[in-house]
């Protein structure tokens, strides 16, 4: 089953790309991330720490969890969708693990993310389908709930 995540056309991924979605994280405030580089996958985490007043030392606010796939999986229904608004398919690029209490971030990711990669879909994991213009209503509108509505509804 699939998580929620980035599709795209065609897997090309390469260092370069990770370089760009870890400037992006680092952008919006992650000072902190570690990278597992697989033979198929990066898998990258990473976190938003402040400091503690009381302590003085700094805490985890913010973790995000995603993988970078390197090849397309052929599996459909879990790494390869079928989209008929394109007649085509895409392939899992980037997901993302454990997203609850994250869906503003996510959405000022995708919207930066998105600038970089116009021609990527996002697919939450309740089937919605977000392109391009969608995440930039959604970054407009700060509604911590978008990913649980139909992009038509936004």
Known sequence: MWRTGILRKRITADKKDMEK???ILMSIGYTHCSIHDSKD??????SIL????ES???KRVYNMYLSMLLVEIDIEGR?????????CYYYAYIY???IKGTELIISEFLYRYFKLFPEDIF???SGYVYRKEDIEKVYCN???NWIYYSPDAL
């Not at 790494?79 to 007649?87: A, D, G, I, L, Q």
């Open 79 to 87: 790494y390869k969708f079928f989209y008929p608004r394109e007649n």
């Open 142 to 144: 700060k509604d911590s």
């Open 123 to 125: 697919l939450s994991a």
């Open 50 to 53: 402040e400091d503690d007043d």
């Open 21 to 23: 979605v870890i400037n």
């Open 56 to 58: 003085n030392i700094k």
């Open 96 to 98: 993302f693990d454990d």
């Open 41 to 46: 996958y990066y898998g990258l985490s990473a």
